[in-house]
Nanobody, 121 residues
Framework: QVQLVESGGGLVQAGGSLELSCAAS????????MGWYRQPPGKQRELVAQ???????DYADSVKGRFTIYRDNAKNVVFLQMNSLKPEDTAVYYC???????????????WGQGTQVTVSS
């Protein structure tokens, strides 16, 4: 009843840029924190960036200065602007959101299905 859908992935050359977006929809009362994670082939999922509803951000050291996370609270959309991409950024990128639904008194974490980002050398 809550869906998160990523878009914007693809193939890009090293040094290039790409912007991902993720829209949350469904039985949503409020979306609190949102974030981007990634999972390189054969590796564990890792945090890329996260943002609170108020706009406070946190980034993994590996992407600081290159990536920017921002959101549109009115539309429940979170974005990830990626610049100066490196081959080691290649991964499946997932968004998530901490969502308070219209039918529960507690929140829960919902995940998108991911979008592939491939950076060629």
């Amino acid at each position: 009843q809550v869906q998160l859908v990523e878009s914007g992935g693809g193939l890009v050359q090293a040094g290039g840029s790409l912007e991902l977006s993720c829209a949350a929809s469904g039985s949503i009362f409020r979306v609190n924190a949102m974030g981007w994670y990634r999972q390189p082939p054969g590796k564990q999922r890792e945090l890329v960036a996260q943002i609170t509803r108020g706009g406070n951000t946190d980034y993994a050291d590996s992407v600081k200065g290159r990536f920017t996370i921002y959101r549109d609270n009115a539309k429940n959309v979170v974005f990830l602007q990626m610049n100066s991409l490196k081959p080691e950024d290649t991964a499946v990128y997932y968004c998530n959101g901490v969502v308070v639904t219209t039918y529960r008194s507690y929140d829960d974490i919902y995940w998108g299905q991911g979008t592939q980002v491939t950076v060629s050398s």
